[in-house]
C-alpha cells in the first residue's frame, strides 16, 4: 500500500492511473476503521483498478462544541487493516494542505443539508460537502463509496456530484451491523458497557416500525409515536433528537406511507450521538387502519 501524504503528489498520481485506463475507487473516511469502512475498500476493489482511502479528520465538520479533539484516532491499527484489505493507496494529508491560511470557499446543497441532523448540527454538512468537493478534486476517481448508516450524507453527496457536473459514480453501500444490529461506527468507541447494551434499542425501533408499516399502520403520526415510545423506554437514551419516517428523496416526513420511505432516528445514548435508518420499500394495497 502506498502512503501519499501531499494533495499534488495524489492528484498527478490519479492522473497517471486515469491516462493508463485504470478505473479509481475511492473511499473517504475520518479514521477509526471498522468493518462497514472496510466493507466499502472491499466493493471498490471487486469495481475498480486502483482503490484509494483517504482519512482526514475533518475540523471544518465539527460544531464548537462536538467531538473533533475526543474523535478516536488509531493510524497505525487502520494502516494494518487497510493493508489487510488490499487497499492499494492511503491518503492521509496534513489539515495545513487542505486547509491553508485565506481558506475562503465552502460548498453547500441547499436545503437537504438543514434538515434531520442539519437542525441538530448546523454547518455540519457544508462542512461534509466541501471536504468531499476537495478529496475528489484531487483524488479524481471513477466512483466514490459511502455507506447508508450515513444516509442523508450519501444523498447531499450525490445531489452536489449532479449539481456541479463532477462526473464520478456515487455508490451507496450496505450498513454493517454488530450482532445485536447496532450500525457500527466509530463513535461506538465512546460507549461503556451498559450503554453498549443499550444502543441496540435504535435497530430494535427501525426493525419493529418496520413491521408495523407492514401490519398496514401507515399514518405519520402513529408511526413517529411507535418510534418515540420505543426509544424513551429504554432509560439509557437521554435525547431523541428525531425519529420518523421521511421521503428519501426530500428528506420531508411523509403523511402516508404509500411509496418507498426512510425510517430515521438520531439520538443520544448517554453523552453519545448515535444515527441509523433503514429504507422501507413500498408496500401496495394499504390503507391508513381508521378507528
Ligand atoms: O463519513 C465520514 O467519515 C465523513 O463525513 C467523510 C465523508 C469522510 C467526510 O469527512
Redesign the pocket.
Known sequence: MELIRIPRIMKDTSIGHLLHGRSIGFV???GALHEGHLSLVRRSKGENDITVV?I?I?PL?FGPKEDFNEYPRDTEGDMVKLKGADADILFMPDVSLIYPDKFLTYVEVQNLSEKLCGVIRPGHFS??TT??AK?LNIVKPTRAY??QK?FQ?AII?KKMVKDLDMGLEVVVCPTIREHDGLAMS?RNSYLNGEERKAASVINRCLNQTTELIKSGIINHDQIKGFMEKKLSEEPLVTEIQYASVYDPDTLEELEIIDKEALLAVAVRVGKTRLIDNILITPVRHLRPLTG
Request: hydrophobic share 45%.
Open positions: 473517504p473516511t475520518m483517504s482526514f475533518n465538520q462542512g461534509v471536504i468531499v478529496l459511502f455507506g450515513d450524507q453527496i466509530s
